[in-house]
Nanobody, 117 residues
Framework: QVQLVESGGGLVQAGGSLRLSCTATGNIFSIKYMGWYRQAPGNPRDKVAVITNDGSTNYADFVKGRFTISRDSAKNTVYLQMNSLKPDDPALYYC???????????WGQGTQVTVSS
């Protein structure tokens, strides 16, 4: 089992910044990548950003240039620095771990991001 604990969500004004953190504990081996997804009410869960073990990153178009994903492998923690937050960024942000072995996927409980205009 892998446990994911997220933190860092909250309320921020448009144009502001937040940093999300997600720490993985448990059977944290054979990790293929870690990432962040978000889901707003009535919408599907969308990928925000992912980072592989070698540090390669991939971002959704709607956050490119504003959000940065990073990883501290020693702490088994992934971060999402969110700058220039927009009124359409509010959602429940979920941490995700994908592994090479079964169980292949784990999710955090989600952390709420709210942006006031």
């Amino acid at each position: 089992q892998v446990q994911l604990v997220e933190s860092g969500g909250g309320l921020v004004q448009a144009g502001g910044s937040l940093r999300l953190s997600c720490t993985a504990t448990g059977n944290i081996f054979s990790i293929k990548y870690m990432g962040w997804y978000r889901q707003a009410p009535g919408n599907p869960r969308d990928k925000v950003a992912v980072i592989t073990n070698d540090g390669s990153t991939n971002y959704a178009d709607f956050v490119k240039g504003r959000f940065t994903i990073s990883r501290d492998s020693a702490k088994n923690t992934v971060y999402l620095q969110m700058n220039s937050l927009k009124p359409d960024d509010p959602a429940l942000y979920y941490c995700n771990v994908e592994r090479w072995i079964f169980p292949y996927s784990y999710w955090g409980q989600g952390t709420q991001v709210t942006v006031s205009s």
